[in-house]
């Protein structure tokens, strides 16, 4: 398996309540390296254009709103196969569905507000991580 990078958005409702370090313990623990980290308080028309791919979505402005509502931190994750090796610590979108262990069964509040994003293809990730990094941000 290769050696990817992905982004993981650490969102709200997980900053709020102080689970930031949590968080990244898991994705380290899992194996995954921070090449790139920092907290920013994304304004409704950035999160509208990170998230445009969901514009046609009922979810979208709601999203949008919640997603500004109070920091984020945005990382840039390495590791072997590292975007599927995100998404199995992430864990399914809705908390309830996720397995035991995971972000989202320990710390998301419901299927809305479920701590973190992460990339779900090679291409999504290299757009992400290009919204929110420059090439000098990412340290290997």
């Keep these: 398996m290769a050696v990817e990078r992905t982004l993981s958005i650490i969102k709200p409702d997980a900053t709020e309540r102080n689970l930031t370090g949590a ?3 898991k994705f380290e623990e899992s194996g ?3 090449v790139a980290s920092k ?5 409704p028309a950035q ?6 791919v969901h514009a046609e979505r009922p979810f979208y ?9 109070a920091p984020v931190v945005v990382q840039v994750l390495e590791g072997e196969g590292a975007i599927a090796k995100n998404r199995e610590v ?3 979108t809705n908390p309830a569905d ?11 509040k419901s299927v809305g507000e479920n701590s ?3 990339s779900d293809a090679p291409e999504t990730a290299a757009e992400e991580i290009a919204f929110f990094f420059s090439g000098l941000e990412l340290v290997g």
């Design 98 to 108: 996720a397995a035991p262990g995971t972000i989202r069964a320990e710390f998301a």
């Design 32 to 34: 995954l390296r921070v």
């Design 39 to 43: 907290r920013i308080h994304l304004t």
């Design 116 to 118: 973190v994003h992460g």
């Design 90 to 92: 992430m864990g399914a």
């Design 61 to 69: 402005g709601e999203l949008c709103e919640f997603m500004a509502s």
């Design 47 to 52: 999160a509208g254009q990170f998230y445009a």
């Design 23 to 25: 968080i990244v313990a």
